[in-house]
């Protein structure tokens, strides 16, 4: 399978821990996206990178969130000291901008659950 | 601040009937492109809209792209079960292309 690929797929944790995730893009794929979603609500933007650049973050994004694309390959997201309304689905979705073209393929997501 | 807005929030329909969503831009679009997302599944891509007055039609599905490329819509004719869950527009604003997302659509087909 080549699609965009998260790990964990689930995640609960104690509040005030710290958790990361993996995104796995789709080969070749020039940007990489991340996106909070909660239940009944629409993607969420949190930030985004074009090869290994961070390029915009989104400014409700608190510093406790930080992403990294070290290679232009895959991507990490961290959440320190987590809090109860981090509970959400964390998805990953990448893409490769030619033109004006820039689909959007997502990953199955990482479903964040924080007691 | 750039938004996409989408209605209505929530659409119940008997099987068989027809359903449309809107989206409506505060800005000229660049392009608009229409996403599903099944109940418990993850966004994915139906299509894209370039051009003013655009209208694309996958089998039952009917994507329109206004003059102004500022709103678009996605008509579905004779609703099937398959055709549940949640209908999201997302428009890209910039030259960078970054998608400004909606609030999608639910479609509930009523039991």
């Known amino acids: 399978d080549t699609g965009v690929s998260q790990n964990p797929r689930h995640k609960i944790t104690k509040r005030g821990q710290n958790v990361t995730f993996r995104c796995d893009p789709i080969s070749e794929h020039n940007r990489l996206y991340w996106y909070r979603q909660t239940l009944g609500q629409g993607p969420e933007f949190l930030t985004y990178f074009q090869n290994e650049a961070q390029l915009e973050k989104s400014r409700l994004l608190s510093d406790r969130f930080s992403a990294e694309r070290p290679k232009g390959s895959f991507s990490t997201l961290e959440i320190q000291r987590t809090e109860q309304g981090d509970s959400a689905m964390y998805l990953c979705?990448?893409?490769?901008?030619?033109?004006?073209?820039?689909?959007?393929?997502f990953g199955p997501g990482t479903r964040l659950t924080v007691l | 601040g750039q938004q996409v807005m989408q209605i209505p929030q929530y659409q119940h329909v008997q099987e068989g009937e027809d359903f449309t969503t809107y989206c409506n831009s505060s800005?000229?679009?660049?392009?608009i492109q229409w996403y599903k997302q099944r109940p418990g599944g993850h966004p994915v891509f139906l299509i894209q809209?370039?051009?003013s007055g655009e209208v694309k039609k996958q089998k039952r599905l009917t994507f329109q792209f206004g003059e102004a490329k500022k709103n678009s819509s996605l008509h579905i004719t004779a609703t099937q079960t398959t055709d549940v869950g949640t209908y999201f527009c997302a428009g890209a604003m910039d030259s960078n292309y970054q998608l400004i997302w909606g609030a999608g659509t639910k479609l509930i087909i009523k039991p």
């Open positions: 800005t000229t679009l660049s392009n």
């Open positions: 979705a990448s893409s490769f901008l030619t033109g004006a073209t820039d689909t959007q393929y």
């Open positions: 809209l370039v051009k």
